[in-house]
């Protein structure tokens, strides 16, 4: 297959290569030091909290970004060091609940740890791999007097995958977000992305 490269160079140390070629394109940030493949269609979004943040054009609710603990004050040394992988899951389900959480009167949230796992990538490293679903209820009329007048329904129902690893001391973390229905059509693209995540020695 052919395939075309670019490297575009911001400053001294931050090399972007993208590789195109098939469905998937290429991330890599040298100086964090991490890489991943993503949908060749997926856009871009700058300044969503995350280091790096792609989207679905078309299903808004569907994305994927990369987080890391800050250079000086972490000091990982393996991805062991969360605990073993059931343990790093309920923490990383925790932190989605806590970003989810809402305010809303009469808002019911039901969360599941569908799987947590760890393997050696090709590049010898230990990753973690855990998968969650969560469904948000709401009731469209809370303040209604009688209980039968309020019926909590099914607002969303998501599906969240996390890939953790640590190189440079740091802790890193790909997340995919995306509605469970989209993930069952997508699931082999979704895996594939998860399983291109690599945490990168820097200088
Ligand atoms: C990413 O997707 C999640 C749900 O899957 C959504 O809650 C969040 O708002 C999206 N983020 C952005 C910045 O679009």
Redesign the pocket.
């Known amino acids: 297959m052919l395939s075309t490269s670019t490297i575009l160079l911001f400053g001294p140390q931050l090399a972007l290569a993208e590789t195109t070629g098939g469905t998937f394109r290429e991330y890599i940030d040298t100086f964090d030091g991490y890489s991943f493949l993503y949908p060749k269609n997926w856009i871009q ?1 700058r300044g ?1 909290g995350a280091d790096i ?1 792609f ?1 679905d054009p078309f299903v ?4 994927l970004s990369v987080e890391m603990s800050s250079p000086s004050s972490s000091k990982y040394v393996t991805v062991e060091d969360l605990g073993p992988p059931e343990k790093a899951a309920e923490k990383v389900l925790k932190q989605y609940l806590t970003e ?1 959480m809402s305010t809303r009167l009469g808002v019911r949230r039901e969360s599941n740890v569908l799987s947590a796992s760890s393997k050696v990538a090709d590049d010898g490293k230990l990753y973690y791999e855990v998968e969650v679903n969560i469904k948000s209820y709401a009731s469209n009329n809370e303040l209604a007097v009688m209980p039968q007048d309020r019926v909590q329904k099914l607002e969303w129902d ?1 599906r969240y995958l996390s890939v953790l690893g640590v190189e440079n001391k740091r802790l890193y973390e790909l997340r995919l ?3 469970e229905q989209v993930f069952m059509e997508e699931e082999n693209d979704l895996r594939r992305v998860m399983d291109s995540f690599r945490v990168v020695k820097t200088e």
């Not at 808004?60 to 994305?63: H, K, S, T």
């Open positions: 979004v969503a943040f989207r808004l609710d569907e994305n989810f998501r977000q995306t509605p």
